[in-house]
C-alpha cells in the first residue's frame, strides 16, 4: 500500500527565511509522480510544486523547491524568502498509476513577523 | 467555469439525515474524485469518474455513502443516515485528462452532523 509520512505537525519560520518541510512516502511502483499542495484556511488545495519520479532532477517553482531522494524515497519543501502569505498547512501527496492522490497528514507553517 | 465549484460550503445535518453535496467541475474535465478530509487530517480518497463512469469507489467508507456523475459533468455525494464520524470536509478535485495533469480542487463542504 502507499503511504505518505510528514513527521512535522508543526514548523515555524521568520519573515524573509527559509524553511524546510520533510515527507517520507512508500510505493511499489517505479512510476509515479509527488505533490507539495499548500491548504489556506479557505480549505481549497492549490498546487504548489511537482515532481515526476523518473525526472533527476529537482522541480523549481520560484521560491519553492524539493529535495527528491528516490533511493530513500524522500521528498522535502523548501520555502525561500518565507512571506506572511505562506503561512497555511502543507500537504505532501504521492500519485501512482490509480490516479488518486495519497495524501500526508499535513504540517502547519507559520509565519513570524 | 472558472474553478471548482462546491455547494453547499456548509451543511449541518441532524443524525440521521440524508444529505447531498453537489461538485461542479471545470468545464471539459474528464476526470473527477471526491475526498473526505477530517478535521486535522489529510484528504483522504473516496471514489474517482472518468466522465459517467465511476471507475473506482474503494474508498467509500460505507453503503450509506453513494455518489454519481450522470452526464459526465456535475457529481453529487450523498450520505444516507448521517452520522457523526461522517462531520469532515467533504472536497472534489478535476482533472482535464486522467494521468499526468494537474488536479484542482473546490473549496470543500464542511458537513457537521449534530
Known amino acids: 500500500a502507499q503511504t505518505v509520512t510528514q513527521s512535522q505537525p508543526e514548523m515555524s519560520v521568520q519573515e524573509a527565511e527559509t524553511v524546510t518541510l520533510s515527507c517520507t512516502y512508500d510505493?511499489?511502483?517505479?512510476?509515479?509522480?509527488l505533490f507539495w499542495y499548500k491548504q489556506p484556511p479557505s480549505r481549497q488545495m492549490i498546487l504548489v510544486i511537482r515532481q515526476e519520479a523518473y525526472k533527476q532532477q529537482n522541480a523549481t517553482e520560484n521560491r519553492f523547491s524539493v529535495n527528491f531522494q528516490k533511493a530513500a524515497k524522500s521528498f522535502s519543501l523548501k520555502i525561500s524568502d518565507s512571506q506572511l502569505g505562506d503561512a497555511a498547512m502543507y500537504f505532501c501527496a504521492l500519485m501512482d498509476s490509480s490516479y488518486k492522490l495519497i495524501f500526508g497528514s499535513g504540517t502547519r507553517l507559520l509565519v513570524r513577523p | 467555469g472558472a474553478g471548482v465549484s462546491q455547494s453547499p460550503r456548509y451543511k449541518v445535518a441532524k443524525r440521521g439525515q440524508d444529505v447531498a453535496l453537489r461538485c461542479d467541475p471545470i468545464?471539459?474535465?474528464?476526470?473527477l474524485f471526491w475526498y473526505q478530509q477530517a478535521l486535522g487530517q489529510g484528504p483522504e480518497f473516496l471514489t474517482y469518474?472518468?466522465?459517467?463512469?465511476?471507475?473506482?469507489k474503494s474508498g467509500l467508507p460505507s453503503d450509506r455513502f453513494f455518489a454519481e456523475r450522470p452526464e459526465g459533468s456535475v457529481s453529487t455525494l450523498k450520505i444516507q443516515r448521517t452520522q457523526q464520524e461522517d462531520s469532515a470536509v467533504y472536497l472534489c478535485a478535476s482533472r482535464i485528462g486522467t494521468a499526468n495533469t494537474e488536479a484542482f480542487f473546490g473549496q470543500g463542504t464542511r458537513l457537521t452532523v449534530v
Open positions: 468545464s471539459g474535465h474528464v476526470s
Open positions: 510505493t511499489s511502483e517505479s512510476d509515479y509522480y
Open positions: 469518474f472518468q466522465n459517467e463512469a465511476q471507475l473506482d
